[in-house]
């Protein structure tokens, strides 16, 4: 009995004398740098602006603003089929045309600010823009409203379905980002 305590107040005991091998665990800080290598704050002031966005837009009119919506609305200008001739879409398109302008020149006030004017590219093909975008679309309609609108606006009022929605979306999105990182390596 007395060899068993022994061993657990040894195991206790940290080791000062023992090296740190790269089959070890990163200390914290090395895990939140490879996460942000560009730091975390402006994702912090990026959330809390959405945030209060959405926040004002409910508070200030009533309106929930999702971008699914917001595209809907605004294809009710050209498109004459049934679907977005809806009521709900006509009524709301002139405010969400001017919703979505204001997400436009914010990126323009961004990139014009922030990064120079500098062009912005990514390493990712044409290809799966263009799948993802299907997808992300399709999945905007099943969903009925896109994560701007369920995981922001949503949960923000507290909708039970919008919860539901938003765990759907981020389990999808951890599966085919895993299966993304196997498959295309």
């Known amino acids: 009995m007395k060899s068993v305590a022994k061993r657990n107040r040894a195991r206790r ?4 004398h ?4 790269s089959t070890d665990n990163p200390p914290p800080m090395n ?4 996460l942000f290598p560009l730091g975390w ?3 912090l002031l990026g959330g809390l ?4 966005g959405a926040a004002l837009l409910f508070v200030l009119t009533g309106r929930i603003g999702g971008m699914s919506t917001v595209f809907s609305s605004t294809w009710s200008y050209v498109v004459q089929r049934p679907f ?3 009521k709900r879409f006509v009524d709301s398109r002139a405010w969400r045309l001017v919703y979505a302008s204001g997400l436009i020149l914010g990126a323009l006030v961004w990139w014009l600010g922030f990064a ?10 044409v290809w799966q823009l263009l ?15 896109c994560t701007s609108g369920h995981g922001i606006c949503g949960l923000g009022s507290l909708q039970l379905p919008s919860l539901m929605a938003v765990l759907t979306f981020m389990a999808t999105a951890f599966l085919t980002a895993n299966l993304a990182a196997r498959w295309l390596a």
Do not use: D, E, K, M
């Open 13 to 16: 005991r940290p080791n000062n």
């Open 41 to 43: 704050q402006h994702y």
């Open 18 to 21: 023992r090296t740190i091998s």
């Open 31 to 34: 895990i939140s740098l490879s």
């Open 131 to 145: 799948v993802g975008g299907f997808f992300v679309g399709y999945g905007a309609r099943l969903g009925n409203g």
């Open 116 to 125: 120079g004017g500098a062009v912005q590219a990514t390493a990712v093909p």
């Open 49 to 52: 602006l959405i945030g209060t």
């Open 84 to 86: 977005f001739q809806q």
